[in-house]
C-alpha cells in the first residue's frame, strides 16, 4: 500500500509562485525506462470535479501536463527522496483548488490511480 502525503499548499497572490511536494512511501518505485510506475497530480477546484494537472514517471523519462498549466507548472522527482514536486510559478485564481497527488500508471484519467494523498490547499488572491 502506498502512502502520499501532499505539502507545500497555502495562500498568493496572482502572478506568485508556489511548490507542492508529493512524498511517497510504502513501496518500491521502479525508475526502468519501460516501467509506468508514475505519480499524477489533480486538482479540485471549488465546486467542481477533479482534474488532471500533470504526471511524471518514476524514470523521469515521461511528463505530460494539462494545457492549462504548460508553461508555468513543472513537475519533477527526487528519486532518493522518493518525492515528487510540482513548481507552479504565474499563479492564476482560476488555480485555486485542492491539489492531489496520484500514484499510478501514466494516465490522465484520476480513475487509473489506485492511492491518493489527502490534499493540500492552494488559494491564489487577486
Known amino acids: 500500500q502506498v502512502q502520499l502525503v501532499e505539502s507545500g499548499g497555502g495562500l498568493v497572490q496572482t502572478g506568485g509562485s508556489l511548490r507542492l511536494s508529493c512524498a511517497a512511501s510504502?513501496?518500491?518505485?521502479?525508475?526502468?525506462?519501460?516501467?509506468?510506475?508514475?505519480i499524477g497530480w489533480f486538482r479540485q477546484p471549488p465546486g467542481k470535479g477533479r482534474e488532471f494537472v500533470a504526471v511524471?514517471?518514476?524514470?523521469?523519462?515521461?511528463?505530460y501536463y494539462a494545457e492549462s498549466v504548460k508553461g508555468r507548472f513543472t513537475i519533477s522527482r527526487d528519486n532518493a527522496k522518493n518525492t515528487v514536486y510540482l513548481q507552479m510559478n504565474s499563479l492564476k485564481f482560476e488555480d485555486t483548488a485542492v491539489y492531489y497527488c496520484?500514484?499510478?500508471?501514466?494516465?490522465?484519467?484520476?480513475?487509473?490511480?489506485?492511492?491518493w494523498g489527502q490534499g493540500t490547499q492552494v488559494t491564489v488572491s487577486s
Open positions: 496520484a500514484s499510478g500508471p501514466r494516465s490522465v484519467r484520476s480513475n487509473d490511480y489506485e492511492s
Open positions: 510504502g513501496r518500491a518505485f521502479s525508475t526502468s525506462l519501460f516501467s509506468t510506475d508514475s
Open positions: 511524471i514517471s518514476w524514470s523521469g523519462v515521461y511528463t
